[in-house]
């Protein structure tokens, strides 16, 4: 929004100008996603190039609306289908997206395919600014500890859910532990745990135990019960690593805008 700004001398509260601009930031803003990284997906998203990927371009015109392209040459693909992705991406209210400049409306977006590699988006509105800032809050979050072990062959599956069950059981029972021990087994749909199991029978995983605890003792009680299975748990198990890493926790909230002091210093060095 900021070179826009100073290049086309938008005023402050030109919000349909605004708006617009914001969704060509916004489109921009996660690099070759919209050129086809993060969209390809073999055998139904095809994308040649991904080696070579070529990062996105926007050529805006007076008003907001736009061309998103890329450098001829380069890998990956700009159609109808990157573009409406990244368009959609991480927007909770297409009709009014919050930034601090605008209150973007994406639902009157246009896309029109002028060329390979070439679509034009115009059609975006927008209202005036949000009252308040959001703010991310970071605090202390103690230590968090991580440890694993790999199981494989026949069984494998069953050994890590039995391995996992078992430090659950001793970090409560034997250490008195109040904090939840997360227990993964990667490699059998441990992103879908808590909605819907994949594999049954998945014959190469690895164990993952984590914890937050309050103290970098209290973080080292998980790494030496996971340790402690390459003899005491399930067969066959191997390659443990363990590790404890201060943790940050953060919250959001808000902040009204008159609240807020812009400053800006300029270091010479």
């Known amino acids: 929004m900021a070179p826009l700004r100073h290049h086309f001398g938008w005023a402050g509260d030109d919000w349909q100008t605004l708006g617009a601009g914001t969704v060509v930031g916004h489109l921009m803003e996660c690099a070759g996603q919209i050129t086809g990284g993060y969209f390809a997906d073999p055998g139904k998203k095809d994308v040649d190039g991904l080696a070579r990927l070529g990062f996105p371009l926007a050529e805006v015109q007076s008003d907001g609306s736009a061309c998103i392209t890329?450098?001829?040459g380069t890998g990956g693909v700009v159609d109808e289908r990157t573009v409406k992705e990244q368009l959609l991406y991480e927007v909770h209210d297409p009709s009014c997206y919050l930034t601090p400049d605008v209150c973007a409306d994406f639902t009157g977006v246009r896309m029109?395919?002028?060329?390979?590699?070439?679509?034009?988006i115009s059609g975006a509105g927008g209202?005036?600014?949000?009252?308040a800032y959001k703010l991310t809050v970071a605090f202390d979050g103690g230590y968090l500890a991580e440890a694993g072990v790999s199981y494989a062959g026949p069984?494998?599956?069953a050994r890590a859910e039995l391995a996992g069950r078992i430090v659950d059981e001793r970090m409560r029972s034997v250490h008195a532990s109040n904090a939840p021990v997360r227990v993964d087994v990667i490699g059998a749909a441990s992103l879908h745990a808590t909605t819907r199991r994949y594999h049954d029978e998945a014959e190469d995983v690895r164990l993952r135990c984590a914890q937050r605890a309050s103290s970098n003792e209290q973080a080292e009680l998980l790494l030496w019960e996971v340790e402690s299975l390459l003899c005491c748990g399930p067969a066959g198990g191997g390659g443990f690593r363990g590790s404890i890493t201060p943790s940050v926790i953060t919250y959001s909230a808000s902040l009204a805008r008159e609240e807020v002091i812009t400053r800006t210093e300029i270091i010479v060095a």
């Open 70 to 72: 890329k450098l001829d």
């Open 112 to 120: 029109q395919t002028l060329a390979p590699d070439r679509i034009a």
């Open 127 to 131: 209202t005036a600014a949000p009252d």
């Open 155 to 157: 069984g494998a599956q």
